[in-house]
């Protein structure tokens, strides 16, 4: 998969907003989007939001998870724990970055928030690779890892699964006996 | 997307060989040292040093893997197959003790290929190379990882050098994984730009076209 099309998904995530015009509701096939008028906070997905902040129709509200202390004690408790920590949001990458490009001056303390972030995500990824390294080096069957996003499965994805293809055909070399193929009698 | 212009067909890991693929092809270039086991008649000029008419019994060569692998045959003794010297026991001591030191590029680049490939003539040994195969592979997957996720933007051909093939196509995909994620977290994925393919072209005139 791509980041842009992780990205897509994650733009499916509510957020609140307060708009700035009064519009009916509308009835789209996702579902409802309901009656904005000004100054009354309503949720609409992600991708509805950034359009109408760049259009200057909308103030955003960010997530209540989106929050200096809240972000800390993540971090702390991430950094805590060997296994991952439940997040709030499973698409807290992607949201961070599409409402602080978009919207940082509805967002207050925006690039603390950009930092904390990115040190939970460095966290959560070198805790992957040191899984990762363990199940290769005891040849494991499999391995279950609660709790990852979809952004960080999607960075290594490829490159692990690639490489335990290459450890599992190696392996197989291990077992004798078996048909060596093709042969031609001449 | 990340989706390529053409897929290249993959390397056959293990004991089989893709026959479609460029890097099976060139591995079995790599040539291993073979002993006739009877008379290859007229076929003196084939090797330089000796002057005779035919290849006498015994004879000592380098074949190429392709016609090793041909010629190999349980039932009639035609050639047999040496080891190449880093699957014998001395290299393969040095590899158990700690794989990250070999230097694999220059121990012949397609170390896992060949010795898979060697595995396919029949010799005492074969269970031990395959393990010591394995378990170089995988002493050296951590520090593969660890240095293409994390050389973002550097020249990287310091890292790559002591790589053999399987391993720099490994390091490749790691470092397309975090390529990818930098570009989009700097938002240049959104960005249209000319596919490499078509970079080269020039506009071409309209009366270049009528000439």
Redesign the interface.
């Known amino acids: 998969m791509d980041p842009s099309e992780v990205e897509f998904l994650a733009e499916k995530e509510m957020v609140t907003i307060v708009p700035n015009f009064s519009l009916d509701k509308i009835y789209l096939i996702g579902g409802d989007l309901g009656p904005f008028n000004p100054g009354l906070p309503v949720a609409v997905p992600v991708w509805l939001a950034i359009n109408l902040k760049q259009r200057q129709k909308c103030r955003i509200i960010p997530p209540e998870w989106m929050d200096v202390e809240k972000l800390e004690e993540i971090r702390e408790q991430e950094r805590k724990e060997e296994t991952f920590t439940p997040i709030p949001n499973p698409y807290y990458m992607e949201l961070t970055k599409l409402l602080l490009n978009h919207a940082s001056d509805n967002i207050p303390k925006a690039d603390e928030i950009r930092t904390l972030v990115k040190d939970t995500w460095d966290t959560r990824i070198a805790k992957l690779r040191l899984s990762a390294d363990s199940f290769v080096s005891q040849q494991e069957a499999h391995a279950r890892l609660d709790n990852l996003t979809l952004m960080e499965i999607n960075t290594i994805g490829t490159f692990l699964t690639d490489s335990l293809n290459h450890m599992y055909k190696l392996r197989t070399n291990l077992q004798p006996g078996k048909e060596t193929g093709k042969s031609q009698d001449f | ?2 989706t390529q212009s053409y897929l290249p067909v993959p390397p056959g ?4 060989e893709n026959f479609l693929s460029l890097d099976d092809i060139l591995l079995s270039q790599e040539k291993l040292p073979t002993r006739t086991e009877c008379v290859f008649p007229r076929l003196g000029f084939v090797e330089k040093t000796s002057d005779t008419r035919d290849i006498p019994e015994g004879t000592k060569m380098e074949m190429p893997l392709w016609l090793s692998k ?1 010629l190999y ?1 349980n039932k009639r003794r035609l050639v047999s197959v040496e080891q190449p010297k880093i699957y014998r026991q001395g290299w393969r001591t040095v590899f158990s003790a700690d794989p990250n030191v070999v230097d694999l590029h220059k121990m012949g680049p397609y170390y ?1 290929g060949l010795g ?1 490939q060697l ?2 003539f029949d010799s005492p040994e ?2 031990e190379i ?2 010591t ?2 378990q170089t ?3 050296r ?2 520090r ?3 240095s ?2 994390n050389a973002y933007n550097e020249d990287t051909s310091a890292l790559v050098e002591r790589l053999d093939v ?1 391993e720099r ?2 390091f490749r ?2 470092q ?3 390529n ?2 930098q ?3 700097k ?1 240049q ?2 960005q249209i730009t000319a596919s490499n393919l078509v970079q080269n072209y020039k506009k071409r005139k309209f009366p270049d076209l009528e000439a």
Do not use: C, K
């Open positions: 997307m990340t890991v293990g004991m089989e041909g045959d896992y898979s595995l396919h074969n269970p395959a393990q195969v394995l592979y995988i002493g997957f951590r593969i990882m660890d293409s996720q399987l196509s490994l995909t790691g397309a994984g975090l990818d994620f570009r989009w977290e938002g994925a959104s």
